[in-house]
């Protein structure tokens, strides 16, 4: 099955910048390639549920973000299909940024912000914004 495994979080003050990587195992076998999957970018809030932020179509042309999460202007996702990595690019950091994030992927182009509608996650990785 496919795996993923993520990387990039710390601790950053807020105005800062972090980029979050999500790669495909190296372990897994090679049908598992992340450009048949669309790419989405969670976040997991202290005491909240987990809410999808944005997604990626799986060839890269199309980025989806959640209207009511205030990230559009200040996260960016982007993929290097030839090297199985997907990456979230977040600036201008805010404490209400804090949480767990997580990749996850689904099969195929369609675009969904639902956490019920990827099968596969990474182990998350935590981000946390103060001085």
């Known amino acids: 099955q496919l795996q993923l495994v993520e990387s990039g979080g710390g601790l950053v003050q807020p105005g800062g910048s972090l980029r979050l990587s999500c790669a495909a195992s190296?372990?897994?076998?090679?049908?598992?390639?992340?450009?048949?999957?669309?790419i989405g970018w969670f976040r997991q809030a202290p005491g909240k549920e987990r809410e999808g932020l944005l997604c990626i179509m799986n060839d890269g042309s199309s980025t989806n973000y959640r209207d009511s999460v205030d990230v559009k202007d200040r996260f960016t996702s982007s993929r290097d299909n030839a090297n199985n990595t997907v990456y979230l690019q977040m600036t201008n950091l805010k404490p209400e940024d804090t949480g767990v994030y997580y990749c996850?992927?689904?099969?195929?182009?369609?675009?969904?912000?639902?956490?019920?509608?990827?099968?596969?996650w990474g182990q998350g990785t935590q981000v946390t914004v103060s001085f």
């Open positions: 996850a992927a689904r099969f195929g182009s369609h675009q969904s912000l639902s956490p019920s509608m990827y099968l596969y």
């Open positions: 190296k372990f897994a076998p090679s049908r598992f390639t992340l450009g048949s999957y669309t």
